[in-house]
Nanobody, 114 residues
Framework: VQLVESGGGLVQPGGSLRLSCAAS????????MRWFRQVPGKERELVAI????????NYADSVKDRFTISRDNAKNTVYLQMNSLKPEDTAVYYC????????WGQGTQVTVSS
C-alpha cells in the first residue's frame, strides 16, 4: 500500500489549495478515504471522510463549508479542495486508508500566512 500526497504549499489567508493523494497497492474503490492534519505538539485531527463510492462525505466542524473532499476511483486518487484558508489551517495534511490496518501517506505541508 502506498499513499502519496501532493499540492501543499504557502498560501495567503483567504486563498485556496487543492491537495491530492495518489493511492496504490490496494483496491482503492473498495475503501473509504480520510484526510487528517497535524500541528506539532498536537494530536492528528480528522478533517474529512469520503465513502468508497464518493456519495457520502463528512467534515470536521472547523472546515465545514470551506473544504471539499472528493475522489476519482478511475485514477485511484482522493482530493481535498481547501478554500477560504485561515492561519489555523496550517498543518501537515495526511491521507489515510483503513484496510486491515491503517495506512498513511508521508504528508504535505500547508502553511497559511501573510
Amino acid at each position: 500500500v502506498q499513499l502519496v500526497e501532493s499540492g501543499g504549499g504557502l498560501v495567503q489567508p483567504g486563498g485556496s489549495l487543492r491537495l491530492s493523494c495518489a493511492a496504490s497497492g490496494f483496491t482503492f474503490s473498495r475503501y473509504d478515504m480520510r484526510w487528517f492534519r497535524q500541528v506539532p505538539g498536537k494530536e492528528r485531527e480528522l478533517v474529512a471522510i469520503i465513502a468508497r463510492s464518493g456519495g457520502t462525505t463528512n467534515y470536521a466542524d472547523s472546515v465545514k463549508d470551506r473544504f471539499t473532499i472528493s475522489r476519482d476511483n478511475a485514477k485511484n486518487t482522493v482530493y481535498l479542495q481547501m478554500n477560504s484558508l485561515k492561519p489555523e489551517d496550517t498543518a501537515v495534511y495526511y491521507c489515510s486508508a483503513r484496510l486491515l490496518r491503517t495506512y498513511w501517506g508521508q504528508g504535505t505541508q500547508v502553511t497559511v500566512s501573510s
